[in-house]
């Protein structure tokens, strides 16, 4: 009897499944998955070494073009280790604007994660709807920005301001919000075809996700009860409330639940902060020489000189634990490291994908939640 | 470790620089001493110049909710973690690809991020912002090909620390 050998696929780099430019080499056996080798870096721009040759203050614009769909968390990331790096203050206000931005990023990133998942397993409706909400979220990062994605807003150091009428729009769009999720939730989580494609596919316990260094949804799905937002106690979370939910199972299905009850934390969040906002007058400099020396100060790729030599922290960015390392002791980094959290889970894809059908590949990358951007760096 | 099971509350960080010799042993140590409920959470490089190249362990104790960071100067080859934690595998990966430090023992050792059949080390210091090559698709040879770097204008580099103290 002839023996069957198992066949290589190429999955990508085109693939619309594989969110951007991932480069899968699929070793099957029928239609079972034996071995996923993801070939990355399609999308590699060396920012790391691009940011060594840039002041820390040219440096921000490339943290929003890293994870595309969570901007503001790369800013705010980058913001707190350069603070952290000069000793920089910053004040509560500015603290609770932070907050509130970093708690809209995350309701992008989720809509588009949960959305961009249905649509890769066959449910288009959702995925319209969810850029609806995300439009009218750009919409936010406009107007305190002046740019939809691209924001630059969250800077190192310096103290935002907001107008009232934007904090009264949030007001409004946080209330609508809950319904259009449950809009979105009535079309999946109960959807039969739903539920067969994602339940018990791509199941990862606890012990293996800590081998595996997952982090974020992807940690909480297996049922461990882990956020940094609740251990580091940076920005303004020690005063808000929150839940966190977790899954029992691990599988994708867990995942998608986490992420919509993530959703609706953060609008709960989002709620309380804008209860706890006072807006003080502007801090901008009124007269000509505040403003010349304000210029001077900003463009001039700052004046003072870091305090330490290094530091190393991390947050809790939509998709997981996001790490930076930050070194140098002059006007520019001496060397940049970011820890992406959607690297280390594509680099587990092999573990996850392994005997499923070649179909739940496309489940187990939509699940992962991942971004190019900050993969390929 | 007995003064972190005493104190879990006050310690949130454990640094240990630049420790010679038995690196795997130190972190197979680690490795036990915060039983089950550890992850390397990351690991990377940073060229030191003279010095050679630092590799920077972060690891998180579940247990203890602390990060322990560990770093090593070294400049030629380590021994792969990646049997004692997995997500050292594509960390490790990128650390050679990038700086040109092996690790033994790795089970897959290729490039990651850089191009089928890039050569250089880029993250080293002697490595140019600009590179050495660049690709472009050649309409008379129907492929991409590979050509020396070429630029209209030089990266500007600004020595001085200040424009306005220079």
Redesign the interface.
Known sequence: MARLKSFTMNFGPQHPAAHGVLRLILELDGEIVVRADPH??LL?R?T???L??KSYLQGLPYFDRLDYVSMMAYEHVYSLAVEELFSFQITEQTSIIRTIFLEITRLLNHLMAVTTHALDVGALTPFLWAFEEREKMMEFYERVSGARMHSAYIRPGINLQLDHQLLVDLQLFVEQFPFRLQEIEEMLTSNRIWRQRLADVGVVDF?QS????F?GPMLRGGG?A?DLRL?KNYEYYPYVQFDIPLGTNGDCYDRYLIRVEEMRQSCFIIQQLLEKITLSSSVNPLHMEELISDF?YY???N?SYPQNESV?L?VEAPKG?L?V?L?GL??RP??L?L?APG??HL??LD?MAADHMIADVVTIIGTQDIVFGEI?? | MELIKLYPRWINSVSVDHFVGGQFSLLQVLKLSLLHQSVLTDLFGVDKLNHGIEINWILWSYEFELTYKLRLLTSYSLISSYWLWPSANWFEREIWEMFGITFQGHPDLRRLLTDYGFRSYPLLKSYPLNGYFQVSYSEKHKRVVSSSVFLVQEFRRFKFNSPWLA
């Open positions: 990355i870096g590699h060396g790391e070494k691009l060594e040759h012990e800590l081998e595996l260094g982090s461990f882990w251990i001077r463009s001039g790729g004046y190393y991390s634990e790490g390392y070194a002059t006007n001496e060397r490291h820890r690297f280390v680099s587990s573990q390929d760096r």
